[in-house]
């Protein structure tokens, strides 16, 4: 089995079936123009960004982030979880917030649910680090892995956006109903959001299932592969 088979098997999108008389579907790897733009060098990661007047750079927002203490989440956690990946990347997954094994290791999506991250990830050519940052919109890990509550979001939220400002990918993708809810600032059911192209200040937003939900739900995979097509398509141009 080659790896592309492996990461479909693991998307419960292996074998393939495909309809009589019809074109076969495409997939990741036969996309020319998205794995182009996917295996993509990243940008020159010596040329930082100069910093804008009054708003932290990378080093101030990750120091505030490790001293914040604005709501009760932070005396409940081991550490905060600021964010991975290219600093400069064109690709945006935001989560919801570290469970137990983000919080011990200090890094977002290293558990089952990152585990299977990084295999759609795989699907659509991309990898953890490369031209690919991963975030959560809060730092700090709710106690017993429960939703962050509104209050909790509206003090971490800054943080997120400001790196977003730094980053300024050309895709976020919003991995389940706090994060899509929170980014769009509207209310909304993930059946209603996902299929579509949102706007997060000038970015296109596409929104998909937690991969938390996948590990739970696996027949929703096939829909996330669809979102995951709708996000290559998105940044190929088309
Ligand atoms: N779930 C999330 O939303 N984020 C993580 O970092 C891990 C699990």
Redesign the pocket.
């Known amino acids: 089995m080659d790896r592309s088979e492996a990461v479909l098997r693991e998307l419960n999108l292996y074998p393939r079936w495909v309809r009589r008389n019809q074109p076969a579907p495409v997939m990741a790897g036969q996309h020319a123009p998205v794995a182009a733009e996917v295996e993509a060098v990243a940008p020159d990661a010596a040329v930082a960004p100069a910093p804008q007047a009054g708003k932290p750079g990378w080093p101030e927002l990750k120091q505030q982030v490790r001293d914040c203490t604005a709501c009760r989440l932070r005396a409940g956690c081991t550490q905060t979880?600021f964010g991975v990946g290219d600093e400069r990347a064109d690709w945006l997954f935001v989560?919801?917030?570290?469970?137990a094994?983000?919080d011990a290791r200090g890094e977002?999506?290293?558990?089952q649910?990152?585990k299977l991250l990084d295999n759609m990830l795989l699907a659509i050519k991309l990898k953890r680090g490369n031209n690919v940052y991963i975030a959560?919109i809060v730092k700090c890990r709710p106690p017993d892995n429960r939703t962050p509550t509104a209050d909790e979001i509206a003090q971490c939220l800054p943080y997120l956006q400001r790196q977003i400002e730094l980053i300024k990918p050309k895709l976020v993708i919003a991995?389940?109903k706090t994060?899509a809810v929170a980014l769009l600032g509207k209310d909304a059911t993930i059946g209603s959001l996902r299929g579509t192209l949102h706007d997060y200040r000038g970015i296109p937003l596409i929104v998909t299932y937690?991969?938390?939900y996948l590990l739970r739900s696996p027949m929703e995979k096939a829909k996330a592969w669809q979102d995951l097509c709708l996000a290559a398509k998105t940044m190929a141009g088309g």
């Open positions: 979880v989560g919801e917030g570290p469970g094994d983000e977002p999506f290293v558990g649910a990152g959560n991995l389940g994060a937690h991969p938390a």
